[in-house]
């Protein structure tokens, strides 16, 4: 199967690849797929809470050309987006921006769910913090 | 005008599984057969006729003295496929009255696998051997599973993706000594490491011409004709060639380029697998030596010389084989597939999926070379280490986090 240059190039030379910390409280993670598919994305943004702009983004990729190019891509698109225009992210962008065939529009659909699954992380992990703090008695400074 | 570029010009060639090149020699000896010597065989009344007769029994001939057969037990056909299903089948339809049972494996090629389900569908019963983790079948099992009602056992001598060789001379003792016609594919096999069937006790045996440096198109079926005299339906009505086994015009130029490998594996196969068992070894050595959590599937001791399939943990077989787009392999992946099932041989050696996605077959061949051999284990160590620093399973497996125990969202 002939790949398209995007692709190719996306796959010789991966935006992004690597992991934000995960523990940050500002980062989102997303984990999607399985290793018995042939496909696992895990995919992390770093939200900056003042503006909710997504300020960086990391993936790392076991799959096929195809998924490797789309989660590259779309942490190409994430980086200043804001966290909501970033869950409005529809894989059919990611398969006409890689002229992806049918037949791998499966890796698109992966990579708009790790963008859904690490801001959904993100949002979880504000959430959770918020009523930690709502909740706890505040820290008396001594 | 230059002519095209062709992928000979750069990518290098390691799929001698699915097809070889054609060896120049034996088509030096096709060449006179398109526009001279272009009788038809059957063509009684002239010399054209008379000639091509001949050249077709010099290469019955030559294909039969490969595996220790006699010329008339030759059937000439247009591959191992057609091969496959006419014994298979063959016999199935001819023996209908003696048994319905026929025995398999589950890791034979589809062209074995199918005609089978076909007659199961048909109200035949086939026993489906498993195979163990070298990929071997129990011989215990085998026996376990003739009954008197079992009338063909077909177990491949050599497996077409892990190039391991099943122990076909006791099969085809155990055979003989039930009673029960014993069928071979023994397309990977023929020209790459000894076959005999009257030692191995074959009474059937389905061969091919691309798989061994002939032309494509040309096949043949070995039919026992003494001890015993095997009968087949035949599955192609027509002319009554080949001895009503199978009728159609003979294919004397493919017949002759069969005819032409096989006698040129013939005198040169002890060389040429040492050769080639080399530089699979040589491959395998600098693979293993350069990176972790390589696994070879299936026997190393009973292989065809030049076959090694590995699985590379955590990197995906597809996107392997983008990183080496100079060298030609074939994975065991299925990702470009419409389905997401990986090979079904390495399934049943209880190879995980997981694994079976992050395979290669590397076939090597007559016209393989040292320098070409280094340079795709060097390509391919890079391209493993590469993406394994891209693979979330890499850096789970470094943490120590036991991936079996993940909670996977499956899509």
């Not at chain 2, 570029?5 to 097809?19: C, E, F, P, R, S």
């Not at chain 2, 001949?54 to 496929?81: H, P, Y």
């Not at chain 2, 087949?232 to 027509?238: R, Y």
Request: glycine share 10%; aromatic share 4%.
């Amino acid at each position: 199967m002939a790949y398209s240059d995007k692709i190719i190039d996306h796959y010789n030379h991966p935006r992004n690849v690597g992991s934000l910390d995960k523990n940050d409280p500002n980062v989102g993670t997303g984990i999607v797929g399985a290793p018995e598919c042939g496909d696992v994305m895990k995919l992390q943004v770093r939200v900056n809470p003042e503006t909710g702009v997504i300020e960086d983004a990391k993936f790392k990729t076991f799959g096929c050309g195809s998924a490797i190019a789309s989660s590259s891509l779309a942490t190409e698109m994430l980086k200043g987006m804001s966290v909501d225009e970033a869950v409005q992210i529809k894989n059919m962008r990611i398969v006409e921006e890689l002229s992806l065939p049918p037949i791998k529009i499966h890796c698109s659909v992966l990579a708009e769910d790790a963008i859904k699954s690490a801001i959904a992380d993100y949002k979880k992990k504000q959430t959770d913090a918020e009523q930690a703090s709502v909740g706890e008695p505040a820290v008396a400074t001594a | 005008m230059s002519p095209k570029q062709t992928a000979k010009d750069h990518v290098i060639y390691l799929d001698n599984h699915a097809t070889t090149p054609m060896d120049p020699r034996v088509l030096q000896e096709m060449l006179p057969t398109f526009t001279q010597v272009f009788g038809n065989a059957a063509s009684r009344n002239h010399e054209y006729g008379w000639e091509a007769e001949e050249l077709v029994d010099q290469a019955r001939d030559r294909i039969a003295r490969l595996i220790n057969a006699g010329g008339k037990e030759i059937v000439f056909t247009s591959g191992a496929t057609e091969s496959n299903n006419l014994a298979i089948k063959g016999v199935a339809e001819m023996h209908r009255e003696k048994g319905n049972h026929l025995i398999t494996a589950v890791t034979e090629h589809k062209a074995v696998l199918d005609p089978c389900k076909r007659l199961e569908s048909e109200g035949y019963e086939v026993t489906w051997l498993p195979v163990n983790r070298e990929g071997l079948i129990d011989l215990d099992q085998l026996a376990d599973s003739i009954t008197d009602k079992t009338i063909l056992v077909s177990i491949m001598a050599a497996n077409n993706e892990i190039g391991v060789l099943q122990p076909v001379s006791e099969i085809g003792r155990l055979c003989k000594e039930r009673g029960v016609l014993f069928h071979t594919d023994a397309t990977q096999a023929v020209g790459k490491v000894p076959v005999d069937v009257e030692a191995m006790g074959i009474d059937l045996m389905s061969l091919s011409g691309h798989k061994l440096h002939g032309p494509k198109g040309i096949g043949a079926l070995y039919v026992r004709r003494r001890k015993p005299r095997v009968r087949l339906t035949c599955q192609m009505d027509g002319g009554g060639h080949e001895r009503g086994m199978r009728s159609g015009t003979l294919n004397v130029s493919g017949i002759v380029g069969l005819g032409k490998a096989c006698d040129l594996a013939r005198e040169e196969m002890a060389e040429e697998s040492a050769r080639v068992g080399g530089l699979r070894d040589r491959l395998k050595d600098k693979i293993l030596g350069a990176l972790d959590e390589v696994y070879v599937n299936g026997s190393l001791e009973h292989r065809l010389p030049g076959n090694l399939n590995v699985s590379f943990a955590y990197v995906e077989g597809e996107s392997l084989l983008m990183g080496i787009e100079d060298v030609a392999v074939s994975s065991g992946s299925a990702c470009t597939s419409a389905s997401l099932e990986p090979s079904y041989v390495l399934r049943a050696l209880g190879v995980g999926d997981e694994l079976a996605h992050s395979s290669i077959r590397f076939g090597v061949g007559r016209f393989n070379t040292e320098e070409e051999i280094d340079y795709v284990a060097d390509k391919l160590i890079g391209v493993v280490q590469r993406l394994r620093e891209m693979s979330p399973l890499y850096e789970m497996a470094l943490e120590g986090i036991d991936l079996s125990k993940v909670e996977w969202a499956h899509h």
